[in-house]
Protein backbone atom coordinates (compact mmCIF):
# COMPACT_ATOMS: atom_id res chain seq x y z
CA UNK A 1 0.00 0.00 0.00
CA UNK A 2 1.21 3.37 -0.96
CA UNK A 3 1.97 6.30 1.39
CA UNK A 4 -0.46 8.52 1.74
CA UNK A 5 0.62 12.43 0.45
CA UNK A 6 -1.20 15.03 2.23
CA UNK A 7 -3.04 18.01 -0.40
CA UNK A 8 -0.29 20.41 -0.32
CA UNK A 9 -2.03 24.11 -0.54
CA UNK A 10 -1.66 24.22 -3.84
CA UNK A 11 -3.99 21.04 -3.97
CA UNK A 12 -6.58 22.41 -1.44
CA UNK A 13 -6.55 25.82 -3.87
CA UNK A 14 -7.62 24.09 -6.81
CA UNK A 15 -10.39 22.12 -5.10
CA UNK A 16 -11.52 25.59 -2.88
CA UNK A 17 -14.13 27.84 -3.88
CA UNK A 18 -13.13 31.46 -4.01
CA UNK A 19 -15.44 33.99 -3.67
CA UNK A 20 -15.39 36.12 -7.09
CA UNK A 21 -13.37 39.77 -6.52
CA UNK A 22 -15.87 42.38 -7.61
CA UNK A 23 -14.79 44.71 -10.30
CA UNK A 24 -14.24 48.35 -9.71
CA UNK A 25 -17.74 49.51 -10.28
CA UNK A 26 -17.08 52.74 -12.18
CA UNK A 27 -14.72 53.05 -15.12
CA UNK A 28 -12.16 55.29 -13.05
CA UNK A 29 -9.55 53.13 -13.28
CA UNK A 30 -9.81 52.33 -17.11
CA UNK A 31 -12.67 52.80 -19.83
CA UNK A 32 -13.68 48.94 -21.26
CA UNK A 33 -12.25 47.15 -24.15
CA UNK A 34 -15.54 45.36 -24.75
CA UNK A 35 -18.46 46.50 -25.02
CA UNK A 36 -21.76 44.64 -25.57
CA UNK A 37 -25.61 46.07 -26.53
CA UNK A 38 -28.40 45.79 -28.80
CA UNK A 39 -29.05 42.02 -28.20
CA UNK A 40 -29.86 38.77 -26.01
CA UNK A 41 -27.65 38.79 -23.04
CA UNK A 42 -28.68 35.78 -21.83
CA UNK A 43 -26.51 35.81 -18.45
CA UNK A 44 -27.31 32.45 -16.82
CA UNK A 45 -27.56 34.59 -13.58
CA UNK A 46 -30.79 33.91 -12.36
CA UNK A 47 -30.51 37.05 -9.72
CA UNK A 48 -29.95 39.12 -13.23
CA UNK A 49 -31.39 36.95 -16.35
CA UNK A 50 -30.61 39.51 -19.18
CA UNK A 51 -28.99 42.35 -19.36
CA UNK A 52 -28.95 45.43 -21.98
CA UNK A 53 -25.35 45.93 -22.21
CA UNK A 54 -22.05 44.09 -20.73
CA UNK A 55 -18.42 45.69 -20.50
CA UNK A 56 -15.41 43.80 -20.39
CA UNK A 57 -12.14 45.78 -18.89
CA UNK A 58 -8.74 43.18 -19.51
CA UNK A 59 -10.35 39.69 -18.34
CA UNK A 60 -12.84 40.71 -16.35
CA UNK A 61 -16.61 41.48 -16.83
CA UNK A 62 -16.57 44.77 -14.89
CA UNK A 63 -20.44 45.99 -15.66
CA UNK A 64 -23.44 43.92 -16.42
CA UNK A 65 -26.82 46.40 -16.65
CA UNK A 66 -29.02 48.72 -18.93
CA UNK A 67 -27.47 50.89 -21.84
CA UNK A 68 -27.11 53.74 -19.97
CA UNK A 69 -25.49 52.68 -17.41
CA UNK A 70 -22.74 51.45 -19.85
CA UNK A 71 -22.06 54.34 -21.75
CA UNK A 72 -19.78 55.66 -18.86
CA UNK A 73 -17.37 52.64 -19.51
CA UNK A 74 -17.02 53.22 -23.33
CA UNK A 75 -13.59 55.33 -24.22
CA UNK A 76 -11.83 56.04 -27.79
CA UNK A 77 -10.41 52.63 -27.56
CA UNK A 78 -13.34 50.41 -26.91
CA UNK A 79 -14.72 47.78 -29.57
CA UNK A 80 -18.54 48.16 -29.42
CA UNK A 81 -20.30 45.48 -30.35
CA UNK A 82 -24.12 45.87 -31.73
CA UNK A 83 -25.24 42.37 -31.27
CA UNK A 84 -28.25 43.29 -33.56
CA UNK A 85 -30.56 41.00 -32.40
CA UNK A 86 -27.90 38.53 -31.88
CA UNK A 87 -26.92 36.78 -28.50
CA UNK A 88 -24.65 37.61 -25.85
CA UNK A 89 -24.06 34.65 -23.23
CA UNK A 90 -21.11 33.04 -21.46
CA UNK A 91 -18.89 30.41 -22.93
CA UNK A 92 -19.65 26.86 -23.17
CA UNK A 93 -17.75 24.38 -20.66
CA UNK A 94 -17.71 20.78 -21.83
CA UNK A 95 -17.70 19.02 -18.48
CA UNK A 96 -16.38 15.65 -20.41
CA UNK A 97 -13.96 15.11 -23.20
CA UNK A 98 -10.68 14.13 -24.75
CA UNK A 99 -9.58 16.92 -26.64
CA UNK A 100 -6.14 16.42 -25.82
CA UNK A 101 -5.46 12.99 -27.29
CA UNK A 102 -8.13 11.49 -28.25
CA UNK A 103 -8.54 12.98 -31.98
CA UNK A 104 -5.82 10.33 -32.97
CA UNK A 105 -8.96 8.21 -32.84
CA UNK A 106 -10.62 9.70 -35.18
CA UNK A 107 -7.76 9.46 -37.74
CA UNK A 108 -7.75 7.58 -41.10
CA UNK A 109 -10.85 5.79 -43.13
CA UNK A 110 -13.93 6.35 -41.64
CA UNK A 111 -16.09 3.51 -41.84
CA UNK A 112 -19.33 4.73 -40.10
CA UNK A 113 -23.06 4.06 -41.16
CA UNK A 114 -21.50 1.41 -43.61
CA UNK A 115 -23.15 -2.12 -43.11
CA UNK A 116 -21.68 -5.80 -44.20
CA UNK A 117 -18.45 -7.23 -44.63
CA UNK A 118 -17.99 -6.07 -48.40
CA UNK A 119 -18.91 -2.69 -48.33
CA UNK A 120 -16.41 -2.00 -44.90
CA UNK A 121 -13.71 -3.68 -46.78
CA UNK A 122 -14.60 -2.57 -50.11
CA UNK A 123 -14.30 1.09 -48.55
CA UNK A 124 -11.32 0.02 -46.72
CA UNK A 125 -9.43 -1.05 -50.09
CA UNK A 126 -10.22 2.07 -51.97
CA UNK A 127 -8.75 4.37 -49.00
CA UNK A 128 -5.92 2.54 -48.87
CA UNK A 129 -5.33 2.82 -52.51
CA UNK A 130 -5.11 6.85 -52.03
CA UNK A 131 -2.24 6.74 -49.26
CA UNK A 132 1.03 6.78 -49.81
CA UNK A 133 2.92 4.14 -49.21
CA UNK A 134 4.57 4.17 -45.98
CA UNK A 135 1.64 6.31 -44.90
CA UNK A 136 0.16 4.70 -41.25
CA UNK A 137 -3.05 2.39 -42.21
CA UNK A 138 -5.86 3.36 -39.32
CA UNK A 139 -9.77 4.44 -39.44
CA UNK A 140 -12.74 4.22 -37.27
CA UNK A 141 -16.72 4.58 -36.91
CA UNK A 142 -17.49 0.73 -36.92
CA UNK A 143 -20.15 -0.52 -34.72
CA UNK A 144 -20.26 -3.67 -32.62
CA UNK A 145 -23.16 -6.26 -33.32
CA UNK A 146 -24.45 -3.87 -36.15
CA UNK A 147 -21.49 -3.21 -39.12
CA UNK A 148 -21.17 -7.04 -39.31
CA UNK A 149 -24.29 -8.50 -37.37
CA UNK A 150 -23.67 -10.30 -35.21
CA UNK A 151 -20.67 -11.57 -36.15
CA UNK A 152 -17.25 -10.33 -34.88
CA UNK A 153 -14.53 -8.73 -36.92
CA UNK A 154 -11.19 -10.63 -37.92
CA UNK A 155 -7.69 -10.14 -38.72
CA UNK A 156 -8.19 -12.00 -42.00
CA UNK A 157 -10.66 -9.81 -43.68
CA UNK A 158 -8.28 -7.09 -43.37
CA UNK A 159 -5.01 -8.90 -43.84
CA UNK A 160 -6.72 -9.67 -47.76
CA UNK A 161 -6.58 -5.97 -48.19
CA UNK A 162 -3.07 -4.69 -46.17
CA UNK A 163 -0.77 -7.48 -47.05
CA UNK A 164 2.06 -7.14 -44.55
CA UNK A 165 1.20 -3.40 -43.17
CA UNK A 166 0.00 -2.79 -39.99
CA UNK A 167 -3.65 -1.34 -39.24
CA UNK A 168 -6.51 -1.04 -36.86
CA UNK A 169 -9.91 0.49 -36.62
CA UNK A 170 -11.86 1.55 -33.59
CA UNK A 171 -15.27 1.16 -33.16
CA UNK A 172 -17.26 4.31 -33.15
CA UNK A 173 -17.27 4.65 -29.20
CA UNK A 174 -13.66 3.43 -29.69
CA UNK A 175 -13.85 0.51 -26.85
CA UNK A 176 -13.11 -2.03 -29.23
CA UNK A 177 -10.85 -2.38 -31.81
CA UNK A 178 -10.38 -4.25 -34.91
CA UNK A 179 -6.62 -5.38 -35.98
CA UNK A 180 -4.94 -7.34 -38.56
CA UNK A 181 -2.33 -10.16 -38.57
CA UNK A 182 0.54 -7.22 -39.26
CA UNK A 183 -0.47 -5.41 -36.46
CA UNK A 184 -0.87 -8.26 -33.93
CA UNK A 185 2.75 -9.41 -34.79
CA UNK A 186 4.16 -5.19 -34.11
CA UNK A 187 2.92 -5.59 -30.46
CA UNK A 188 4.38 -9.08 -30.22
CA UNK A 189 0.78 -10.42 -29.23
CA UNK A 190 0.34 -13.88 -29.73
CA UNK A 191 -1.79 -17.47 -28.54
CA UNK A 192 0.28 -16.79 -25.46
CA UNK A 193 -0.42 -13.10 -24.58
CA UNK A 194 -2.32 -13.06 -21.58
CA UNK A 195 -5.63 -10.90 -21.30
CA UNK A 196 -5.45 -7.92 -19.35
CA UNK A 197 -8.54 -8.41 -17.79
CA UNK A 198 -9.94 -11.34 -18.68
CA UNK A 199 -13.88 -11.18 -19.68
CA UNK A 200 -13.33 -7.40 -19.29
CA UNK A 201 -10.86 -6.31 -21.19
CA UNK A 202 -9.51 -8.98 -24.03
CA UNK A 203 -8.73 -10.13 -27.30
CA UNK A 204 -11.54 -11.89 -29.10
CA UNK A 205 -9.67 -15.57 -30.27
CA UNK A 206 -9.45 -18.35 -32.04
CA UNK A 207 -10.06 -21.64 -30.77
CA UNK A 208 -5.97 -22.24 -30.47
CA UNK A 209 -5.84 -18.83 -28.28
CA UNK A 210 -4.70 -16.72 -31.10
CA UNK A 211 -6.26 -13.30 -31.02
CA UNK A 212 -8.41 -13.59 -33.43
CA UNK A 213 -8.38 -9.60 -34.65
CA UNK A 214 -10.94 -7.80 -31.77
CA UNK A 215 -9.79 -6.38 -28.50
CA UNK A 216 -11.82 -5.58 -26.15
CA UNK A 217 -11.07 -1.71 -23.81
CA UNK A 218 -7.59 -1.47 -23.26
CA UNK A 219 -6.42 -4.50 -24.37
CA UNK A 220 -5.99 -2.70 -27.63
CA UNK A 221 -3.72 -0.41 -26.13
CA UNK A 222 -0.63 -2.65 -27.00
CA UNK A 223 -1.64 -2.57 -30.72
CA UNK A 224 -2.52 0.61 -30.96
CA UNK A 225 1.03 2.47 -29.14
CA UNK A 226 3.02 -0.14 -31.37
CA UNK A 227 1.45 1.60 -34.71
CA UNK A 228 2.45 4.84 -33.64
CA UNK A 229 -1.16 5.87 -32.48
CA UNK A 230 0.05 7.33 -29.26
CA UNK A 231 2.98 9.09 -30.79
CA UNK A 232 4.08 13.13 -29.61
CA UNK A 233 4.12 13.73 -33.50
CA UNK A 234 0.08 11.85 -34.22
CA UNK A 235 -1.22 13.35 -30.96
CA UNK A 236 -0.25 16.95 -31.73
CA UNK A 237 -1.68 17.00 -35.13
CA UNK A 238 -4.78 15.48 -33.54
CA UNK A 239 -4.78 18.69 -31.50
CA UNK A 240 -5.47 20.96 -34.54
CA UNK A 241 -8.97 19.11 -34.78
CA UNK A 242 -9.96 19.26 -31.48
CA UNK A 243 -8.47 22.40 -29.14
CA UNK A 244 -7.08 24.61 -31.57
CA UNK A 245 -11.22 24.28 -32.86
CA UNK A 246 -12.49 25.24 -29.66
CA UNK A 247 -12.83 28.94 -29.87
CA UNK A 248 -14.54 28.66 -33.06
CA UNK A 249 -17.42 26.02 -31.87
CA UNK A 250 -18.16 28.35 -28.33
CA UNK A 251 -16.40 26.34 -26.19
CA UNK A 252 -13.59 28.12 -23.69
CA UNK A 253 -13.23 25.72 -20.70
CA UNK A 254 -13.29 21.83 -20.85
CA UNK A 255 -12.79 18.95 -18.56
CA UNK A 256 -10.50 16.11 -19.88
CA UNK A 257 -11.44 12.81 -18.91
CA UNK A 258 -8.43 10.78 -18.89
CA UNK A 259 -5.40 11.72 -21.97
CA UNK A 260 -5.62 7.61 -22.63
CA UNK A 261 -2.66 6.83 -24.28
CA UNK A 262 -2.21 3.73 -22.41
CA UNK A 263 -3.39 2.22 -19.19
CA UNK A 264 -1.84 4.42 -17.02
CA UNK A 265 -1.97 8.11 -16.47
CA UNK A 266 1.59 8.28 -15.43
CA UNK A 267 2.87 7.62 -19.15
CA UNK A 268 1.14 10.50 -20.71
CA UNK A 269 2.62 12.95 -18.44
CA UNK A 270 4.23 14.25 -21.67
CA UNK A 271 0.57 15.68 -23.04
CA UNK A 272 -0.34 17.31 -19.83
CA UNK A 273 3.71 19.17 -19.80
CA UNK A 274 2.99 20.31 -24.07
CA UNK A 275 -0.40 21.63 -22.81
CA UNK A 276 1.06 23.93 -19.67
CA UNK A 277 3.97 24.84 -22.09
CA UNK A 278 1.53 25.77 -24.65
CA UNK A 279 -0.07 28.00 -21.85
CA UNK A 280 2.85 29.61 -20.67
CA UNK A 281 3.65 30.22 -24.56
CA UNK A 282 0.06 32.33 -25.30
CA UNK A 283 -1.17 29.63 -27.53
CA UNK A 284 -3.30 27.68 -25.76
CA UNK A 285 -7.17 29.02 -26.40
CA UNK A 286 -9.16 26.87 -23.85
CA UNK A 287 -9.10 26.23 -20.08
CA UNK A 288 -8.19 22.30 -19.31
CA UNK A 289 -9.01 20.83 -15.96
CA UNK A 290 -7.52 17.59 -16.14
CA UNK A 291 -7.82 13.97 -14.34
CA UNK A 292 -5.23 11.27 -12.77
CA UNK A 293 -7.34 8.10 -14.14
CA UNK A 294 -8.10 4.22 -12.71
CA UNK A 295 -8.90 1.39 -14.96
CA UNK A 296 -7.83 -1.71 -13.71
CA UNK A 297 -8.30 -3.64 -10.64
CA UNK A 298 -4.78 -4.34 -10.01
CA UNK A 299 -4.41 -0.27 -9.10
CA UNK A 300 -4.16 0.57 -5.82
CA UNK A 301 -6.82 2.77 -5.02
CA UNK A 302 -4.83 5.10 -2.22
CA UNK A 303 -1.80 5.32 -4.69
CA UNK A 304 -3.92 6.63 -7.65
CA UNK A 305 -5.35 9.23 -4.95
CA UNK A 306 -1.49 10.26 -3.82
CA UNK A 307 -1.02 10.50 -7.57
CA UNK A 308 -3.89 12.84 -8.23
CA UNK A 309 -2.25 14.88 -5.47
CA UNK A 310 0.94 14.99 -6.96
CA UNK A 311 -0.16 15.58 -10.54
CA UNK A 312 -2.30 18.71 -8.96
CA UNK A 313 0.63 19.97 -7.11
CA UNK A 314 2.82 19.63 -10.09
CA UNK A 315 1.31 20.47 -13.26
CA UNK A 316 0.14 24.00 -13.31
CA UNK A 317 -0.23 27.02 -15.05
CA UNK A 318 -2.92 29.69 -15.45
CA UNK A 319 -5.41 27.30 -17.77
CA UNK A 320 -4.29 24.01 -16.43
CA UNK A 321 -4.83 22.49 -13.91
CA UNK A 322 -5.66 18.97 -12.02
CA UNK A 323 -8.82 18.69 -10.54
CA UNK A 324 -10.59 15.17 -10.21
CA UNK A 325 -9.69 11.38 -10.60
CA UNK A 326 -11.38 9.43 -12.89
CA UNK A 327 -12.86 5.99 -13.18
CA UNK A 328 -14.16 3.20 -15.42
CA UNK A 329 -16.40 0.78 -14.18
CA UNK A 330 -18.44 -1.25 -16.81
CA UNK A 331 -17.99 -1.26 -20.70
CA UNK A 332 -20.70 0.46 -22.69
CA UNK A 333 -24.35 0.08 -23.76
CA UNK A 334 -23.64 0.33 -27.63
CA UNK A 335 -21.25 -2.51 -27.30
CA UNK A 336 -23.13 -4.56 -24.81
CA UNK A 337 -20.32 -4.60 -22.50
CA UNK A 338 -22.14 -2.36 -19.67
CA UNK A 339 -23.10 -4.03 -16.64
CA UNK A 340 -27.14 -4.61 -16.71
CA UNK A 341 -29.46 -5.09 -13.53
CA UNK A 342 -31.42 -7.51 -16.07
CA UNK A 343 -30.71 -9.51 -19.41
CA UNK A 344 -31.86 -7.60 -22.66
CA UNK A 345 -34.38 -9.04 -24.51
CA UNK A 346 -32.58 -11.32 -26.53
CA UNK A 347 -30.81 -12.96 -23.47
CA UNK A 348 -27.36 -11.45 -23.60
CA UNK A 349 -26.86 -10.44 -19.73
CA UNK A 350 -24.01 -7.67 -21.07
CA UNK A 351 -20.95 -6.84 -19.95
CA UNK A 352 -18.77 -7.18 -15.98
CA UNK A 353 -17.95 -4.50 -13.56
CA UNK A 354 -14.37 -3.63 -14.20
CA UNK A 355 -13.64 -3.38 -10.31
CA UNK A 356 -15.74 -4.75 -7.72
CA UNK A 357 -17.80 -2.68 -5.36
CA UNK A 358 -15.22 -2.77 -2.53
CA UNK A 359 -12.73 -1.36 -4.57
CA UNK A 360 -15.06 1.71 -6.22
CA UNK A 361 -15.65 2.65 -2.49
CA UNK A 362 -12.47 2.51 -1.55
CA UNK A 363 -11.20 4.63 -4.91
CA UNK A 364 -13.64 6.89 -3.94
CA UNK A 365 -12.80 7.48 -0.06
CA UNK A 366 -9.16 7.70 -0.73
CA UNK A 367 -9.77 10.54 -3.21
CA UNK A 368 -12.58 11.97 -1.34
CA UNK A 369 -9.67 12.20 1.66
CA UNK A 370 -7.02 13.74 -0.44
CA UNK A 371 -9.75 16.53 -1.36
CA UNK A 372 -10.68 16.01 -4.59
CA UNK A 373 -13.26 14.88 -6.77
CA UNK A 374 -14.09 11.60 -8.34
CA UNK A 375 -15.12 11.46 -12.03
CA UNK A 376 -16.51 7.54 -13.00
CA UNK A 377 -17.73 5.98 -15.83
CA UNK A 378 -21.33 4.15 -15.20
CA UNK A 379 -23.06 3.04 -18.35
CA UNK A 380 -25.49 0.06 -16.98
CA UNK A 381 -28.35 0.26 -14.57
CA UNK A 382 -26.19 -2.32 -12.94
CA UNK A 383 -22.68 -0.42 -12.57
CA UNK A 384 -24.59 2.79 -12.02
CA UNK A 385 -26.36 1.18 -9.03
CA UNK A 386 -22.90 -0.23 -7.83
CA UNK A 387 -21.86 3.38 -7.75
CA UNK A 388 -24.70 4.96 -6.08
CA UNK A 389 -24.01 2.01 -3.47
CA UNK A 390 -20.66 2.93 -3.08
CA UNK A 391 -20.82 6.72 -2.93
CA UNK A 392 -23.60 6.15 -0.11
CA UNK A 393 -21.45 3.97 2.16
CA UNK A 394 -18.46 6.60 1.70
CA UNK A 395 -20.58 9.13 2.54
CA UNK A 396 -22.31 7.34 5.86
CA UNK A 397 -18.80 7.33 6.76
CA UNK A 398 -17.57 10.44 5.96
CA UNK A 399 -20.30 12.51 5.29
CA UNK A 400 -20.19 14.75 1.96
CA UNK A 401 -17.06 16.96 2.82
CA UNK A 402 -18.53 19.69 0.29
CA UNK A 403 -16.79 16.93 -2.64
CA UNK A 404 -18.51 17.13 -6.26
CA UNK A 405 -18.31 13.85 -7.37
CA UNK A 406 -19.73 12.77 -10.95
CA UNK A 407 -20.92 9.62 -12.55
CA UNK A 408 -21.05 9.95 -16.06
CA UNK A 409 -23.19 8.47 -19.15
CA UNK A 410 -25.59 5.97 -17.31
CA UNK A 411 -27.02 4.93 -20.49
CA UNK A 412 -29.46 3.24 -18.45
CA UNK A 413 -30.72 3.72 -14.82
CA UNK A 414 -33.10 2.37 -13.18
CA UNK A 415 -36.23 4.54 -11.61
CA UNK A 416 -35.74 3.67 -8.66
CA UNK A 417 -31.98 5.06 -8.42
CA UNK A 418 -33.10 8.46 -10.45
CA UNK A 419 -33.75 10.25 -6.80
CA UNK A 420 -30.09 8.81 -4.94
CA UNK A 421 -28.01 11.39 -7.70
CA UNK A 422 -29.65 14.77 -5.93
CA UNK A 423 -29.85 12.90 -2.49
CA UNK A 424 -26.48 12.25 -2.49
CA UNK A 425 -25.34 15.58 -4.29
CA UNK A 426 -23.83 14.11 -7.37
CA UNK A 427 -23.51 15.52 -10.88
CA UNK A 428 -24.97 13.87 -13.58
CA UNK A 429 -22.74 14.17 -17.06
CA UNK A 430 -24.42 12.93 -20.51
CA UNK A 431 -23.34 13.13 -23.78
CA UNK A 432 -27.24 13.93 -26.02
CA UNK A 433 -26.38 13.17 -29.30
CA UNK A 434 -25.75 9.64 -27.90
CA UNK A 435 -29.83 9.94 -26.95
CA UNK A 436 -30.69 10.29 -30.70
CA UNK A 437 -31.21 7.82 -33.25
CA UNK A 438 -27.30 7.98 -33.40
CA UNK A 439 -26.08 6.65 -37.30
CA UNK A 440 -29.84 5.91 -37.79
CA UNK A 441 -29.58 2.58 -36.03
CA UNK A 442 -30.01 2.66 -32.22
CA UNK A 443 -33.46 3.82 -31.91
CA UNK A 444 -34.55 0.34 -33.70
CA UNK A 445 -31.70 -1.56 -32.04
CA UNK A 446 -32.20 0.05 -28.79
CA UNK A 447 -36.06 -1.00 -28.62
CA UNK A 448 -35.34 -4.71 -29.57
CA UNK A 449 -32.33 -5.10 -26.86
CA UNK A 450 -34.43 -3.32 -24.18
CA UNK A 451 -38.30 -3.82 -24.91
CA UNK A 452 -40.79 -1.14 -25.33
CA UNK A 453 -40.70 -0.74 -21.18
CA UNK A 454 -37.48 -0.70 -20.27
CA UNK A 455 -36.72 1.57 -23.67
CA UNK A 456 -39.26 4.11 -22.51
CA UNK A 457 -38.11 4.52 -18.63
CA UNK A 458 -34.54 3.82 -18.01
CA UNK A 459 -32.91 4.83 -21.33
CA UNK A 460 -30.65 7.66 -21.34
CA UNK A 461 -33.12 9.86 -18.42
CA UNK A 462 -31.59 13.06 -18.61
CA UNK A 463 -34.96 14.87 -18.28
CA UNK A 464 -35.78 12.82 -15.14
CA UNK A 465 -32.44 13.69 -14.22
CA UNK A 466 -32.97 17.29 -14.26
CA UNK A 467 -36.89 17.27 -13.21
CA UNK A 468 -35.17 15.16 -9.91
CA UNK A 469 -33.00 18.09 -9.09
CA UNK A 470 -29.74 16.54 -9.61
CA UNK A 471 -26.84 18.72 -11.03
CA UNK A 472 -26.72 18.06 -15.27
CA UNK A 473 -23.81 19.02 -16.92
CA UNK A 474 -22.73 18.12 -20.55
CA UNK A 475 -19.88 16.39 -22.38
CA UNK A 476 -19.16 15.59 -26.02
CA UNK A 477 -16.92 13.01 -25.25
CA UNK A 478 -14.64 12.40 -28.15
CA UNK A 479 -13.88 9.17 -29.36
CA UNK A 480 -17.43 8.37 -28.58
CA UNK A 481 -18.58 10.95 -31.15
CA UNK A 482 -16.39 12.04 -34.28
CA UNK A 483 -14.76 15.25 -34.64
CA UNK A 484 -17.63 17.66 -36.39
CA UNK A 485 -20.01 16.64 -33.11
CA UNK A 486 -17.47 17.91 -30.78
CA UNK A 487 -19.40 21.64 -31.43
CA UNK A 488 -21.47 22.36 -28.11
CA UNK A 489 -24.72 23.71 -30.41
CA UNK A 490 -24.38 20.07 -32.06
CA UNK A 491 -24.77 18.23 -28.96
CA UNK A 492 -27.51 21.46 -27.36
CA UNK A 493 -29.74 20.58 -30.09
CA UNK A 494 -29.81 17.22 -29.62
CA UNK A 495 -30.38 18.08 -26.19
CA UNK A 496 -33.51 19.76 -26.66
CA UNK A 497 -34.76 17.68 -29.82
CA UNK A 498 -33.47 14.10 -28.76
CA UNK A 499 -32.77 13.82 -32.84
CA UNK A 500 -29.73 14.06 -34.64
CA UNK A 501 -29.16 17.63 -35.72
CA UNK A 502 -29.86 17.84 -39.41
CA UNK A 503 -32.26 14.71 -39.32
CA UNK A 504 -35.52 16.38 -37.88
CA UNK A 505 -37.13 13.54 -38.99
CA UNK A 506 -36.01 11.48 -36.77
CA UNK A 507 -38.27 9.75 -34.50
CA UNK A 508 -36.67 11.46 -31.28
CA UNK A 509 -35.61 9.26 -28.55
CA UNK A 510 -38.10 9.11 -25.58
CA UNK A 511 -39.50 12.34 -26.26
CA UNK A 512 -39.94 12.93 -22.71
CA UNK A 513 -36.33 13.48 -21.98
CA UNK A 514 -35.95 16.16 -24.03
CA UNK A 515 -34.23 19.02 -21.62
CA UNK A 516 -35.71 22.85 -22.41
CA UNK A 517 -33.48 25.20 -23.93
CA UNK A 518 -32.93 26.94 -20.70
CA UNK A 519 -31.72 23.66 -18.92
CA UNK A 520 -29.25 22.83 -21.62
CA UNK A 521 -27.78 26.25 -21.53
CA UNK A 522 -27.42 25.99 -17.98
CA UNK A 523 -26.04 22.37 -18.35
CA UNK A 524 -23.46 23.72 -21.01
CA UNK A 525 -22.25 26.72 -18.50
CA UNK A 526 -22.35 27.27 -14.68
CA UNK A 527 -23.29 23.64 -13.88
CA UNK A 528 -19.98 22.81 -15.91
CA UNK A 529 -18.44 25.46 -13.74
CA UNK A 530 -19.88 23.94 -10.61
CA UNK A 531 -18.73 20.13 -11.32
CA UNK A 532 -14.97 22.03 -12.13
CA UNK A 533 -15.31 23.97 -8.82
CA UNK A 534 -15.06 27.12 -11.29
CA UNK A 535 -18.33 28.79 -11.12
CA UNK A 536 -16.74 31.40 -8.82
CA UNK A 537 -14.93 32.81 -11.85
CA UNK A 538 -16.72 31.22 -15.34
CA UNK A 539 -20.37 30.13 -16.04
CA UNK A 540 -22.12 33.01 -15.83
CA UNK A 541 -22.51 36.66 -16.77
CA UNK A 542 -21.51 38.20 -13.78
CA UNK A 543 -19.33 41.47 -12.52
CA UNK A 544 -15.92 40.35 -11.51
CA UNK A 545 -16.21 37.14 -13.12
CA UNK A 546 -13.36 36.06 -15.65
CA UNK A 547 -14.83 37.58 -19.31
CA UNK A 548 -15.26 34.30 -21.40
CA UNK A 549 -17.71 34.98 -23.50
CA UNK A 550 -19.58 34.18 -26.73
CA UNK A 551 -21.59 35.90 -29.48
CA UNK A 552 -23.89 33.58 -31.57
CA UNK A 553 -25.08 34.82 -35.14
CA UNK A 554 -28.53 34.56 -33.54
CA UNK A 555 -31.13 34.83 -30.86
CA UNK A 556 -31.34 30.99 -29.83
CA UNK A 557 -34.53 30.95 -27.71
CA UNK A 558 -35.89 32.94 -31.37
CA UNK A 559 -34.55 29.84 -33.70
CA UNK A 560 -36.14 26.72 -34.57
CA UNK A 561 -34.77 23.99 -32.57
CA UNK A 562 -33.77 21.92 -34.93
CA UNK A 563 -31.35 24.90 -36.81
CA UNK A 564 -29.52 25.33 -33.64
CA UNK A 565 -26.73 23.75 -34.54
CA UNK A 566 -26.61 25.96 -37.62
CA UNK A 567 -26.02 29.36 -35.85
CA UNK A 568 -22.89 30.40 -36.01
CA UNK A 569 -20.55 31.42 -33.26
CA UNK A 570 -19.21 34.72 -34.11
CA UNK A 571 -16.99 35.43 -30.95
CA UNK A 572 -15.29 33.89 -28.70
CA UNK A 573 -13.61 35.58 -25.60
CA UNK A 574 -11.58 34.00 -22.85
CA UNK A 575 -9.81 36.05 -20.15
CA UNK A 576 -11.51 38.99 -22.46
CA UNK A 577 -8.75 38.04 -25.52
CA UNK A 578 -10.37 37.23 -28.91
CA UNK A 579 -9.73 33.46 -29.74
CA UNK A 580 -12.09 33.40 -32.59
CA UNK A 581 -13.87 36.56 -34.33
CA UNK A 582 -15.94 36.56 -37.13
CA UNK A 583 -17.91 39.72 -36.19
CA UNK A 584 -18.51 41.32 -39.49
Not at 396 to 421: A, N
Request: charged letters at 20%.
Amino acid sequence: MATAVAASPVAVEAQTRVPAQPAPLTPKEGYADWLFQNGLIHTVNPAQPTAEAVAVRAKQIVYVGSKAGAAAWRGPNTRVVDLTGRMLMPGFIDSHNHLATLGVTKLGVNIGGLTGKEKVLDAISEWIARQPADAPLRGFGWVLHDTFGEELPRREWLDEITGDRPMYLMSSDMHETWFNTAAMKAANIDAGTPDLDPGRQYYARNPDGTPSGLAIEGAALPILIASGWASPEAVRESQKLTIDRAPSQGMTTYFDAGMLLSNKSSAQNWVIEDLIARDKAGQLPIRIVCSVYTRHFSDDPQAIADEVVQWAQKYRSEHVHVGACKMWTDGTFVAGTAKLLDPFENGDRGGQMLFPGDHVEAQIEAVQKAGFDMHIHADGDGSVRTVLDAFEAVQKRLGPQGRRHTICHMSLVHPDDLPRFQKLGLVVNGTPLWATDYNGVDYDRYHRLLGAKRFEERLLPYGDMVRSGATFTIGADLGGVDIHEIPPLVQLEAAVTRQRPGFRNDRPMVPRQRLSLEEAIKAYTINGAYQLRLEHMLGSIEVGKQADLIALGANLFEVDPHDIHRVPVLLTLMDGKARHDKLA
